[in-house]
């Protein structure tokens, strides 16, 4: 079994989360994992990049899923 919590501080965690995991895998050991999002700054290489991708001609753009299947197609995903 699998279960994620997302909460946005840890002020969040009370005893009633505490409690459901207690429930729910009673006896089974399991793995807290605990992960802090962190601020992210794109570099200014970055932000060129996308800036030259945004002045892109649009009309030569294809779908996701078309991408997708050129990928598949070209590595044998």
């Known amino acids: 079994m699998y279960t994620t919590y ?7 965690i009370t005893t009633d989360i505490l409690d459901a995991i207690k ?4 006896s089974k050991a399991i793995v ?3 992960e802090a999002e ?11 990049i996308l800036d030259k991708r945004l002045a ?3 009309s030569d753009y294809i779908s996701a899923e078309q991408s997708i299947n ?7 995903l």
Do not use: P, R
Not at 38 to 48: H, N
């Open 6 to 12: 997302h909460l946005s501080s840890a002020e969040e």
């Open 23 to 26: 429930a729910n895998f009673k």
């Open 32 to 34: 807290i994992t605990v």
């Open 38 to 48: 962190e601020d992210y700054e794109l570099s200014q290489e970055m932000k060129d």
């Open 56 to 58: 892109e001609d649009k």
């Open 70 to 76: 050129e990928l598949k197609q070209k590595y044998g």
